[in-house]
């Protein structure tokens, strides 16, 4: 059975810090990590993805994965109180959303 | 750009009811389809995918079927809903490098 676990929270964190948000995987076959916000009553939106090792920037937003750990990490810095959500892990193997495993979200909450 | 339409956004239907939801894709052609249902507090589960017309994979046995009438149309059924049944749906459409984009979801309540 494949599995992404995360931390359900909530997560609270300050206007302006930063957030990390924590994901580990089971399957070592997986390829493909994403990172999803959904805000709530809302679908989810992807935010980020990576593939390979290390960090990867965009924005606010900092994808780490660490393939031998079996860990994927999301940094937002200087949140804000829009950053509120849910965040859903994913991890995968290439070619399709069946491979695809969702971990269960962190509910995150920036207070202003 | 592709946009992919869910509706409707919120259904209330009584138990032993039928249901239907629909989902259709614009900006892309042949493209692979999901169902995802998440329950309240839950992960995402993928419920069906869909490869091309008439191509339907099931991936939990339930309550509900799919049909892919046409090459962007995507329907989730069922003939008599359940409790269990409720929660937010989900159509989704894989982009490349696996990147997965979800419609605007139904919220069913089965009361």
């Known amino acids: 059975q494949k599995e992404v676990e995360q931390n359900s929270g909530p997560l609270s964190v300050p206007e302006g810090a930063i957030a990390s948000l924590n994901c580990t995987y089971s399957?070592?076959?997986?390829?493909?990590f994403f990172w999803y916000r959904q805000y709530s009553g809302k679908s989810p939106e992807l935010i980020m993805s990576?593939?390979?090792?290390g960090d990867k920037e965009d924005g606010r937003f900092t994808a780490q994965l660490n393939k031998a750990s079996q860990y994927v990490s999301l940094l937002i810095r200087d949140s804000q109180p829009s950053d509120s959500a849910t965040y859903l892990c994913?991890?995968?193997?290439?070619?399709?959303?069946?491979?695809?495993?969702f971990g269960s979200g962190t509910q995150l909450t920036v207070l202003p | 750009s592709q946009t992919i339409h869910q509706w409707p956004a919120t259904l209330v239907q009584p138990v032993g009811s039928p249901l239907s939801l629909e989902c259709t894709v614009e900006?892309?052609?042949?493209?692979?389809l999901y169902w995802y249902r998440q329950a309240a507090g839950r992960g995402l589960q993928l419920l069906f995918y869909?490869?091309?017309?008439?191509?339907i994979s099931s991936e939990v046995p339930q309550n509900l079927s799919a049909s892919r009438p046409q090459d962007r149309q995507f329907i989730l059924s069922s003939k008599k809903l359940l409790l269990s049944d409720s929660g937010f749906y989900l159509c989704?459409?894989?982009?490349?490098?696996?990147?997965?984009?979800f419609g605007s979801g139904t919220q069913l309540s089965v009361l």
């Open positions: 989704a459409w894989i982009g490349f490098n696996e990147k997965l984009f």
């Open positions: 399957d070592r076959g997986s390829q493909s």
């Open positions: 990576i593939y390979s090792n």
């Open positions: 994913a991890a995968g193997q290439s070619g399709s959303a069946r491979q695809l495993t």
């Open positions: 900006g892309t052609s042949n493209p692979n």
């Open positions: 869909s490869v091309g017309i008439g191509q």
